[in-house]
């Protein structure tokens, strides 16, 4: 009994910003795990000494327990709440039993935290946050048009593929929902914030979000505002 | 005893090309696994019909068991691997029992397939070797310089970090060999082949690459040849 108790009450501390999507994801997980965390702001770009030591890449997010070693990387915090706690979650579990199974949840996780954050979401939100907040000599200056031109054109092809997947399965990778579902929705959501997402163009993906975003683990997100830069209308709301 | 033959006889494929490294990855730890699996070259940049219906990402590497559903990209196959084939090795396990161990393995793993795989070794093998093999249509063209700098100064900062590790620890993530120290090491054994790691500058990585070099899981590699390009003069020789 004690030792469930002590598992319980962790000290948990994450190294994120709200804008970062990566972070959102371990967000979302801590949350689905009834977890709660410590949040501390970083600006990566800032290149902090003490947040290298944490993560020589200098990506978010990171998170600390109990004073332990750096658990780096969106991907890698999912890794280490499912074998944590997870495993203990039966129907809450985020990850499936059946090693194929995981890989489709791995292979999708993959997609939204690596292949669009690099192909959308990091220009997206480096080109219309991040340089509001940048000094020169960190990269700051005028947002690049073409950046985001680039970004948007690739955004359509995301969102199809998501519609598509919301379309052909009761989840995104499969029948249960997983972290690949909350891999994509910290992605969108902050892309939605921003007014990214035409979310009349994929109707399945829409009805996909709605699910998600009426979660209580989704709900930090829908309060918080970035400091110069209003969210969309409908960000907030749960019936968009 | 029927069940763990037929386990043992798996039909394993999996799609790779000789100078991706993390393919090189995958074929690494099903060597190291003592499993063998069908090769089947695939140049992602054709965009073949069968491969995307497979991965619709175009990346390599995609294995697929017994004609299930494609496990797609190292990272994957590592984790799937691990709980099909590695739960049941353990000396021989290349990942550790704990969780926090874990999540060093796979940021380094991580690390060595995202990080250095899109600062340096997609660069110089994209404008070295498969430009060669590319109609124009497929991006084809002649080399570009600005690109091979780049990568090659990135280069020096990632052998400084492997040089680091290898320095501060027995094996890359710890003291025992893991998939990380695979991860590393087949991208090395790509970037080697073109004759771009400068060994002399890094001692303890050199020592480290040493040990893996002459595990049997790397025979094969050093016996490929790429049409047209030979490898650097001490690519096969184990004691360089």
């Known amino acids: 009994m004690r030792r469930s108790r002590k598992a319980i009450s962790a000290m948990l501390r994450?190294?994120?910003?709200?804008?970062?999507?990566?972070?959102?994801?371990?967000r979302l997980i801590l949350g689905e795990y009834g977890e709660r965390a410590e949040l501390v702001e970083e600006k990566p770009w800032e290149r902090r000494r003490e947040f290298l030591a944490l993560n020589p890449a200098a990506t978010l997010p990171v998170l600390i327990e109990d004073d332990g070693p750096p658990i780096v990387g969106g991907l890698?915090?999912?890794?280490?709440?499912d074998e944590t706690r997870g495993i203990y979650q039966r129907?809450?579990?985020?990850?499936?039993?059946?090693?194929?199974?995981?890989?489709?949840?791995?292979?999708?996780?993959?997609?939204?935290?690596?292949?669009?954050?690099?192909e959308v979401t990091r220009y997206l939100v480096r080109e219309r946050v991040f340089k509001l907040d940048m000094k020169v000599e960190h990269g700051g200056g005028p947002p690049d048009a073409s950046a985001i031109r680039a970004a948007r054109a690739n955004l359509k092809n995301h969102m199809r593929y998501i519609g598509w997947l919301a379309e052909s399965r009761d989840w995104l990778a499969g029948p249960r929902i997983s972290q690949a579902d909350l891999a994509a929705a910290s992605a969108l959501s902050v892309l939605d914030y921003l007014g990214e997402v035409d979310w009349d163009r994929?109707?399945?993906?829409?009805d996909w979000y709605q699910r998600l975003k009426s979660r209580p683990s989704f709900r930090p997100f829908l309060a918080e505002r970035?400091?110069?830069?209003?969210?969309?209308?409908?960000?907030?709301?749960l019936d968009f």
């Open 14 to 26: 994450l190294h994120h910003h709200p804008m970062s999507a990566a972070s959102r994801f371990a």
């Open 76 to 81: 890698v915090i999912a890794e280490y709440l």
């Open 91 to 118: 129907d809450r579990r985020l990850m499936a039993e059946k090693p194929i199974e995981r890989a489709e949840i791995r292979r999708l996780s993959e997609w939204f935290v690596n292949k669009l954050e690099s």
């Open 202 to 206: 994929e109707g399945a993906a829409k």
């Open 226 to 237: 970035i400091r110069g830069i209003p969210p969309v209308a409908h960000y907030a709301e």
